[in-house]
């Protein structure tokens, strides 16, 4: 399991939630987090804004290891960045852009922040995305926003950061059908 230190977790939120006022970051348990959502697909984090108040909400699952705690903040605040930089996705029907934006600031962040462990995880949950909607583990419209994703040059350089840990992953149930066409290009480094 890849080790990140809570203290790296707390700095995170400092360095991100600390200089925004009206941004209140909070870890729940599955059973609060499921509350607070109105999908009955299970979840890992979750941003709310209230109507009509300045206020917004980060809920992350209290039970995540780090990495992954980690990785789910950065894409919670790319949807708060979003909604609080007026950007136009974020108050439209389409449920496709949100996603791509706060998924393509939550790689950027991590690319930025070096913090791999959580990388790797993020690249490896796109490439879930066709399994699970085949699961009816998340809802249709993943598949669009992983199709988006990969036609980034930000994907790219995010699968040729961890190619390591997807060489490392070959052994995963349906790799060459679900993993492998969204990062073969990562593996011939
Ligand atoms: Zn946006
Ligand atoms: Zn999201």
Known sequence: MPYLSHECI???MYNLVEPCENLTVQEVN???LRKLSDTTYST???????????????YLLKSLPNYQKAAILLHEYGHF??????????????????EVHAILYQLEALMDWEIFASLSY????????????????????H?????????????HSAAC??????????NE?????????MVDFALVL
């Open 161 to 170: 950061l961890v190619h390591e840990d997807i060489a490392k992953w070959s």
């Open 122 to 141: 993020c690249v490896k949950t796109i490439c879930l995305y066709y399994l699970w909607v085949e699961d009816k583990q998340i809802a249709d419209y």
């Open 44 to 58: 890992t984090g979750l941003y709310i804004k209230p109507a009509n108040k300045d206020e917004h909400y980060i």
């Open 10 to 12: 707390e700095t995170l």
């Open 143 to 155: 598949i669009d926003v992983a199709n988006k994703i990969c036609e980034t040059d930000l994907w």
């Open 173 to 181: 149930p349906r790799f060459d059908e679900y993993i492998l066409p």
């Open 81 to 98: 960045s979003c909604t609080s930089s007026g950007c136009e996705c974020a108050f439209g029907e389409d449920e496709v852009l949100p």
């Open 30 to 32: 599955a059973y609060e």
